[in-house]
């Protein structure tokens, strides 16, 4: 195993290099063992690998879901080269190690002891690792496209995420938006013949701090939350703008809806444009995952924290690729190796001992679903 999640920490799997490598590494491990597992390929790089585990369908499938991607390595200085992934005091060094290769690694490795020692399953074990859940999600949107059809009825999902073993069943989600105002150019001498789109993006934001996003409070995920993070416009001092843009990150709280965030933008919009005719700007969705929340209490949920041993679930700061599942109609549990605070920076490990725990805990996991 630990050679399986140092081949895959040495598959640099930041976005521009795509996921196929780390992709293939699976794949071949899993072929050893035994394990047909379907590799999709786009756009040349990008890669989902899904194992699908067939069983007398006695009992209603687990679905693990990873991600193959990492973030960049950044500029902070790392004390052994991010694509490395050395050894040292029993831990792998690595972008990627705790988020969440060591996880896919201790996954593979279970599944490959568990379907070994078990002569039949009564419940499909699938997984899924998938592209660019650090971007876009396309990667689980495409699983969800392709297979959505496929799939058995299903139990849970666990999002194999590091949570030091923690059981996190809700985070909120994240409205990545855009505006951008336009105008008309003209030379800055002469600002009255130009349309300044500084000037049209002065006025939506004093209106959209008006707007309340603070729907009910979630008692254990807060409030929602606006931020404006980036902001550019203009090229020249003496040169009217005629685009300014600004990007808003706003984080959700369960059951609120993000259409309705953007339809309150463009409502401020057009109360500017009565009383500006000029007035002229759209809004874009940069990212969008919605936020979760599972039931701790339901039937898979007892279950599982019973199988885990935990007293108490918790909430993550993080967003997942889980809400993308919703639609599978299964609870979602976000449970995994690693620190999370060791995610995207630098230096991140994994313990050893760690990963030799997930291997046992998932086996425990599949075991109690295949009773
Ligand atoms: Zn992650």
Redesign the pocket.
């Known amino acids: 195993m630990k050679e399986l999640l140092k081949s895959l920490v040495q598959a640099d799997t930041t976005t521009d290099k795509g996921e196929l490598a780390a992709a293939e590494i699976i794949s071949g491990h899993l072929q050893e063992h035994g394990i047909e597992a379907e590799l999709t390929c786009w756009d040349d790089t990008r890669a989902n690998i899904v194992a699908h585990i067939k069983s007398t369908g006695q009992r209603p499938a687990l679905l693990f879901a990873c991600?193959l991607d990492v973030v960049p390595p950044g500029q902070g200085r790392w004390k052994y080269p991010p694509f490395s992934a050395t050894e040292e005091d029993s831990r792998v060094f690595g972008r990627g190690a705790a988020?969440?290769k060591g996880s896919i690694a201790a996954l593979i490795t279970a599944v490959e002891q568990f379907t070994a020692e078990e002569a039949e399953l009564k419940g499909d074990i699938i997984i899924a690792a998938v592209a660019g859940?650090?971007t876009d999600s396309c990667g689980i949107k495409r699983f969800v496209k392709d297979y959505k059809d496929k799939l058995p009825p299903i139990a849970g999902v666990i999002v194999a995420?590091?949570t030091n073993f923690e059981v996190i069943t809700a985070h909120r989600g994240l409205l990545w938006l855009e505006v951008v105002t336009k105008g008309r150019t003209a030379h800055g001498s002469m600002p009255h013949l130009g349309v300044n789109a500084i000037n049209s993006m002065r006025l939506f934001l004093d209106e959209v701090e008006k707007i309340n996003l603070a729907s009910e409070k979630h008692p254990l995920l807060g409030g929602c939350s606006m931020s404006i993070n980036t902001i550019s416009g203009g090229k020249a001092v003496n040169v009217v703008p005629d685009l300014c843009s600004v990007k808003f990150d706003i984080r959700t709280v369960p059951n609120q809806s993000h259409a309705e965030i953007i339809e309150k933008f463009e409502s401020v919009f057009s109360q500017l444009k009565k009383n500006n005719p000029e007035f002229d700007a759209e809004v874009k969705v940069v990212r969008d995952v919605e936020a979760l929340e599972t039931d701790k209490d339901c039937d898979f949920m007892k279950d599982f924290r019973s199988v885990v041993d935990c007293k108490e679930t918790i909430t993550a700061g993080?967003c997942?690729d889980g809400p993308f599942l919703a639609g599978l109609g299964a609870p979602i549990v976000i449970f995994g190796p690693g620190n999370?605070e060791l995610?995207h920076k630098p230096d991140e490990y994994i313990e050893l001992s760690d990963l030799k725990k997930a291997v046992d805990v998932y086996k425990k996991i599949m075991t109690e679903y295949n009773r």
Request: no cysteine; charged share 45%.
């Open positions: 991600h988020d969440m859940e650090e995420e590091p993080f997942t999370d995610a």
